[in-house]
């Protein structure tokens, strides 16, 4: 599975776009981009995820570069409690889940 | 659905004893994730189960760690004996399998270990 890199820490007012980076440079054509958040003493949450096609649910939004390598995940309107870490991961699907990396992520503040 | 269930959510024990920690998946997923999360290394997959089998344990880091899955909807990860290095958050996750439109995994809410 490729390796992803994003900044170690972002801030971000109360009541704006966050947008997280994320680059993904040797992703392969049929790996999946995901992304989990963690806030302070609970378990990963899943987000949200693409393959090629820009993607938006309840929570954010996916925006996928056309080279696929790299994403930027939005929170449209981030609020105090979207304070926390957010990892971008790759891979391919259920056979590649030994290879599944959560690197530091990248540490969300949320400023009032 | 209640997610995924993991008990206890705190556990000190001393050095040497055995530990096991146990994680209740979300009803229907058929795959099981366990992972251990420190301040050094991450989050980190030790192993993981498809239909209660397990399939790649190589995250494991050593014989003084085994997990099991008897059913369906029970898993544990036994620690023996225990170490002070084995400190550290324990995650289980489920996930469902569905073919070609990804597979997001469902985290417990952990179980922080102390070893004295």
């Known amino acids: 599975d490729a390796k992803t890199t994003q900044p170690t820490s972002m801030d971000c007012a109360e009541g704006r776009a966050a947008n997280l980076p994320c680059n993904h440079s040797t992703i392969s054509g049929n790996e999946y981009v995901y992304w989990y958040r963690q806030i302070h003493s609970q378990g990963p949450q899943y987000i949200i995820h693409g393959l090629k096609n820009n993607e938006t649910n309840e929570m954010a939004s996916l925006i996928i570069t056309e080279d696929r390598k790299s994403s930027t995940l939005i929170l449209p309107h981030a609020t105090l409690r979207d304070t926390a870490v957010y990892y971008c991961?790759?891979?391919?699907?259920?056979?590649?889940?030994?290879?599944?990396?959560f690197g530091p992520g990248t540490s969300l503040s949320v400023i009032p | 659905d209640a997610g995924v269930i993991q008990s206890p959510r705190h556990e000190v024990t001393e050095m040497g004893q055995e530990v096991t920690l146990r994680c209740k998946p979300i009803?229907?997923?058929?795959?099981l994730f366990w992972y251990r999360q420190t301040m050094m290394r991450g989050l980190e997959l030790l192993i993981y189960f498809n239909n209660n089998v397990p399939i790649d344990d190589s995250g494991m880091p050593e014989d003084r760690f085994s997990a099991k899955m008897p059913n369906a909807s029970f898993s544990t990860l036994k620690i023996q004996p225990s170490e002070p290095r084995d400190s550290a958050v324990y995650f289980c996750a489920s996930s469902l399998f569905r073919d070609r439109d990804g597979n997001e995994q469902f985290f417990g809410p952990g179980t922080r270990l102390t070893v004295l």
């Open positions: 991961i790759v891979r391919v699907d259920e056979t590649s889940y030994d290879k599944v990396i």
């Open positions: 009803s229907g997923h058929d795959y």
